[in-house]
């Protein structure tokens, strides 16, 4: 079964500044897509960016980018510029190929200092 | 992505009744949703597929007979906590996949009193 890592439980970063947030995961499968979501207060779950693994170039969705590294089953989240409304509690998730449920790792809070 | 919408947002029961939570995908018609719980703090969990005209797969440790899911069309999957208890008091959250990725509904707090 695949498993996703987040080591960090909670993260802070001062407004403006630059952080990055690790995943790793584990599987045996060669097709599968990565997933960043946000999770605010208010819950809802947020798509942040995606990242296919057949795709060697990173992800980038405005200041949100990825790195992935497909040989050490790395996905790490960078946030540049940081704002006050990143703060929330992001997680890291792993698909298979086709209609699968998504795994998800235990997330780690992000909190912005102004 | 689709849009879906989780009705209701928040919910108080008394111990024993029965609550229906329901899903639906807007724009897209979709044949396999997720239903998840999320205790305070922690990840989400999975736990059931709901397929629509056929029975949910449920995951391990998770009671069929509790947790009723009915996917009834392509628009719509519900969550029924039958004879709810204090325990069962969460944040449950259903989520639809469509091409580009997986949407989720914006949750249902529910409450056991």
């Known amino acids: 079964a695949q498993t996703v890592t987040q080591s960090q439980p909670e993260m802070s970063v001062q407004e403006a500044e630059t952080v990055t947030l690790s995943c790793t995961y584990d599987t045996s499968e060669s097709d599968y897509y990565l997933f960043w ?3 605010p207060p208010s819950r ?4 942040v960016i995606r990242q296919e693994a057949y795709k060697q170039q990173n992800a980038t969705e405005n200041r949100f980018s990825v790195n992935f590294q497909k040989a050490a ?22 698909r298979s ?9 235990k997330g780690t809070r992000l909190s912005v200092i102004a | 992505g689709a ?3 989780q009705h209701p947002s928040w919910v108080i029961c008394k111990s024993g009744t029965s609550v229906k939570i329901e899903c639906r995908s807007l724009d897209f018609q979709a044949t396999t949703m997720f239903w998840y719980r999320q205790f305070p703090k922690q990840s989400l969990m999975l736990m059931a597929t709901s397929n629509e005209g056929s029975k949910a797969t449920y995951e391990q440790g998770v009671e069929k007979d509790k947790f009723l899911i009915n996917h009834a069309s392509l628009t719509l999957s519900t969550l029924t906590v039958t004879s709810a208890h204090p325990e069962d008091s969460s944040f449950y959250i259903c989520s639809v996949g469509d091409p580009y990725g997986y949407t989720f509904g914006s949750g249902t707090r529910l409450t056991v009193v």
Do not use: E
Not at chain 1, 76 to 90: N, P, R, T, V, W
């Open chain 1, 37 to 39: 979501y946000k999770q």
């Open chain 2, 3 to 5: 849009v879906v919408s």
């Open chain 1, 73 to 94: 089953k790395s996905f790490s989240l960078k946030i540049s510029d940081s704002q006050l409304g990143d703060a929330a509690m992001y997680f890291c998730a792993y």
């Open chain 1, 97 to 105: 190929a086709g209609n699968t449920p998504l795994v998800f790792g």
């Open chain 1, 44 to 47: 809802q779950m947020i798509l």
